[in-house]
């Protein structure tokens, strides 16, 4: 089933200004994606990092993507700690909180190589990580909030997921329903999320809330860290789906959730 067609290096964890000898060019897979670009458009650190993460692709993702879709679920958790090992899950993410600190092209490169998965689910999975559920708290968290829950996603320990689709709230995130009300320190989270990626392997999710009745629906709304642990989170349905189907998708339920205030992202 698994035939690696292209010229790999070790894969030790990528870091900027490797050798040029480490950087040699990948050449697609048959099933692989083709990038439209020319060889120019990477640089060496572009196309070393490519290298490395096409050795995990190769080695430990392509071979297994077939059962993985079969069985509606792929294990997350060891994918992305090879990830995080390699320093693939904050390239562009700040240095203080494990991250390579990269500025946003080798982001591109590194989405640009995860089309050579053999599937879609597994791409949108990492990217649910590194694009969806960690950027504002990378930008916006408090220090303790990046130490708790953006250091170990970068790191591959933790899997995040992003909790914004309602079933009354999709491509109108402004419509979602589900209320954080205050209370003393805490907030106490009800109402549901429809669609969650991740869910099932998450550690933690960060949610998108309605934090007051009196604002406008485009002017109360927050993020917030929520461990997937917390008491009243209930993982109602792995939803079965027709394609995307290695990523697990879930209905959640919020019911009386309480996490501290302090869990907001920003403001
Ligand atoms: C595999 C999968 C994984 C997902 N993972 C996540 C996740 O991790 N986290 C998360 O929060 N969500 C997730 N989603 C939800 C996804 O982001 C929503 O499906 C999306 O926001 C669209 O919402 P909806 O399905 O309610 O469609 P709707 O909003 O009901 O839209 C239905 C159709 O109407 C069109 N439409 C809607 N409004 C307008 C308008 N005003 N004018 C013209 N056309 C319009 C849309 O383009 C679409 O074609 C996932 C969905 C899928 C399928």
């Known amino acids: 089933m698994f035939s690696c067609t292209g010229r790999l290096v070790a894969a030790t964890a990528f870091r900027p200004m490797l050798t040029a000898s480490s950087s040699a060019a990948v050449t697609s897979s048959v099933r692989g994606y083709r990038s439209p670009q020319s060889d120019a458009f990477y640089n060496e650190d572009h196309k070393a990092m490519q290298t490395t993460l096409r050795k995990i692709i190769d080695n430990d993702i392509n071979p297994y993507v077939d059962k993985w879709e079969e069985e509606g679920i792929y294990p997350a958790k060891e994918v992305f700690k090879k990830l995080g090992d390699a320093g693939l899950l904050g390239v562009n993410r700040p240095v203080e909180f494990g991250g390579l600190g990269l500025d946003l092209k080798f982001n591109v490169a590194m989405n640009e190589e995860l089309g050579n998965i053999w599937c879609g689910s597994i791409p949108m999975s990492v990217a649910v990580q590194t694009d ?37 709230g999709g491509s109108d995130v402004a419509a979602i329903k589900t209320t954080a009300e205050r209370r003393g320190d805490d907030l106490i989270i009800n109402g549901q999320k429809m669609w969650i990626t991740n869910a099932f392997q998450a550690d933690w999710v960060c949610l998108l809330v309605n934090t007051s009745k009196e604002q406008s629906a ?11 642990n917390t008491p009243g989170i209930t993982l109602a349905k792995k939803i079965d789906k027709l394609g995307m189907r290695s990523s697990d998708t879930a209905v959640i339920y919020f019911e009386d959730v309480r996490v501290p205030a302090a869990n907001i992202i920003g403001k």
């Open 218 to 228: 485009h002017q109360n709304k927050s993020l917030v860290c929520v461990p997937m």
């Open 132 to 168: 969806m559920a960690t950027p504002a708290l990378a930008t916006f968290g408090s220090d303790k909030l990046r130490k708790e829950f953006l250091e170990p996603s970068i790191k591959g320990d933790y899997v995040s997921c992003l909790g914004v689709s309602e079933p009354g």
